[in-house]
């Protein structure tokens, strides 16, 4: 157990929908990442969040947003979604500015399937 | 970022030390080399990391050549549960506002034999 958690676990959706995944990080982590991992592209990073101020963005799309809020966790909200959107999300979580140290803590992910 | 290459599959022994390759040839200076694994769809674990100098933990060791274009991580007793997809990475220190853009490659898939 890594101590990240994640909601919910699965989603099926139809497209065109709009979900929200929600993202609790480890207990005294700063930094939460967002990750999407579907069978032809690999995990990819979509976006970092650090201590409620976003970071570093990836290959997020227009359609996808995210937000970290006071206590620390964070929500990835999808819209208008499509076929393609299907993949497992993870999200991760370290400690922050430490100069040496960069441990990612993944979540057990969320698995979307948009029909 | 540096990219890596990894070879995409490799077979071990139970019992048996499991080296995984990893190149990095166009690392900075500044950026460290990660090892992550991913069992079936679950999240990927952190294993080690390393700039310069040789590590071990109670996971894994990791070897970083002079030069710092390679490294090997070294799992010394394979057993089946480590049969998973290894990833290695390379990236800035967090400091670096674009360190956690990091992407993770295709890794290599390692299957631990009985």
């Known amino acids: 157990d890594s101590g990240v958690t994640q909601t919910p676990k699965h989603l099926i959706t139809a497209t065109g929908q709009r979900v929200t995944l929600r993202c609790s990080p480890r207990?005294?982590?700063?930094?939460v990442y967002w990750y999407q991992q579907s069978l032809d592209q690999g995990l990819q990073f979509l976006i970092q969040?650090?201590?409620?101020?976003?970071?570093a963005k990836g290959n997020i799309l227009e359609r996808f947003s995210a937000q970290q809020f006071p206590d620390l966790h964070s929500e990835l909200n999808l819209s208008s979604l499509e076929l393609g959107d299907s993949a497992l999300y993870f999200c991760?979580?370290?400690?922050?500015?430490?100069?040496?140290?960069?441990?990612?803590?993944f979540g057990p992910g969320t698995r979307l399937t948009v029909t | 970022d540096a990219k890596t290459t990894q070879p995409p599959s490799m077979d071990c022994a139970e019992g048996r030390a499991a080296n995984l390759p990893c190149n990095h040839s166009t690392i900075s200076g500044n950026e460290y080399v990660y090892w992550y694994r991913q069992i079936h769809s679950q999240g990927p674990q952190y294993i080690i990391h390393?700039?310069?100098n040789n590590e071990t933990n109670e996971m894994a060791s990791l070897i970083i050549t002079e030069d710092r274009k390679s490294s090997t991580l070294i799992l010394p007793h394979a057993t089946l549960r480590d049969t998973a997809v290894y990833y290695c990475?390379?990236?800035?220190?967090?400091?670096?506002?674009?360190?956690?853009?990091?992407?993770f490659g295709d890794g290599t898939t390692l299957t631990v034999k009985p």
């Open positions: 969040y650090y201590n409620g101020e976003e970071r």
């Open positions: 991760a979580s370290s400690v922050g500015h430490r100069d040496n140290a960069y441990e990612q803590y």
């Open positions: 390393g700039l310069k």
């Open positions: 990475i390379v990236r800035l220190p967090p400091i670096n506002t674009n360190a956690g853009k990091s992407t």
């Open positions: 207990s005294g982590d700063l930094s």
